[in-house]
């Protein structure tokens, strides 16, 4: 039976997603591509200037899918009972597409000649050490929120359902898959090109790896949140329990977008640094 609820949520869903389809569809703005340059210290130039336009056009428009579909799955987790949004939900399905985004990133083209630049690029090339390590820290305290909840079910302070377990594994999946994305914007090849390029390439990465550390950990961490939540600790009333759930919800949130737009001045190869064409190999 086609019930209103349904029918409010259909509604819903048209006008968000043609909103989310103009938004996708725009062109990147001058704005935009400032704050991007701002942010990264970066000299935007008519050598990178497309690079970096594509690179936010990508950005956008997968982080738009991801957006639409976080809000589509919100909606349908809650109907046929009421028209609702889970803010979990919709970011977990924004960080999705901001995941997918980064592995369809526009890569540098080679030459007529395949060349690249031999260096190392370590991490903390792109971001500070802390920043790197959001991750793996994330990782660590899903892992021992799952050990208090175990010492709490034996000694009667909690008791825990399932899901604690299921949410465990959903916290320590996104922190590996993250690492992985991670791995793969770091190594990206980055073929000969001129410096401002390069330069252009390098801020990418850097950007790239901020927003991933800090969405991937906001999310790791509203893991643990639903990991406290499925322990039922005694001592706090389920009440109590979702109001800290929402202001702990809210703090992630902030502390995220804050750490994902800092600061952080890239390491930019010398020009004329040494290169590898393995044409001349072969």
């Keep these: 039976m086609f019930s209103p609820m349904l029918a409010i949520a259909l509604v819903v869903l048209l006008v968000v997603g043609g909103v989310l389809v103009g938004v996708a569809g725009e062109p990147v703005s ?3 591509v ?18 970096v336009i594509r ?9 738009v899918v991801g957006l639409g579909a976080g809000i589509a799955a919100s909606l349908l987790h809650y109907l046929p009972g009421e ?3 889970d803010s979990s939900i919709v970011f977990a399905g924004w960080f999705a ?19 690249a630049l031999v260096r190392a690029r370590r991490a ?25 909840t175990l010492a709490g079910a034996a000694t009667g302070r909690a008791a825990p359902d399932g899901s604690a ?23 990206r090849p980055q073929p000969l090109a ?54 702990f919800a809210v703090l992630v949130g902030v502390a995220g977008w804050l750490w994902a737009t800092g600061s952080f001045r890239t390491f930019t190869a010398p020009a004329g640094g040494r290169a590898i064409q393995p044409d001349a190999l072969r």
């Design 30 to 32: 001058r704005t935009r």
């Design 34 to 51: 400032e704050r991007f340059a701002r942010r990264e210290q970066l000299t935007i130039t008519p050598g990178n200037g497309d690079h």
């Design 55 to 63: 690179y936010l056009a990508t950005t956008r428009r997968w982080r």
């Design 83 to 85: 028209v609702r949004f």
């Design 97 to 115: 597409g901001a995941l997918v985004a980064e592995v369809r990133v526009d890569h540098l083209r080679h030459g007529a000649r395949r060349a």
């Design 124 to 148: 903390t090339d792109y971001v500070s050490r802390a920043t790197w390590a959001l991750g793996l820290v994330s990782a660590v305290i899903a892992v021992l929120t799952a050990a208090a």
């Design 165 to 187: 377990v299921a949410w465990l594994l959903i916290a320590v999946g996104i922190a590996v898959a993250v690492r992985l994305v991670q791995r793969r914007v770091l190594r």
């Design 194 to 247: 001129p410096n401002d390029v390069i330069a252009a390439d390098d801020a990418i990465r850097s950007r790239a790896l901020h927003v991933l550390s800090a969405g991937g950990t906001a999310l790791v961490l509203l893991c643990v949140s639903a990991q406290v939540a499925a322990a039922h600790p005694v001592a706090v009333s389920s009440v109590d329990l979702s109001a800290l759930r929402g202001v």
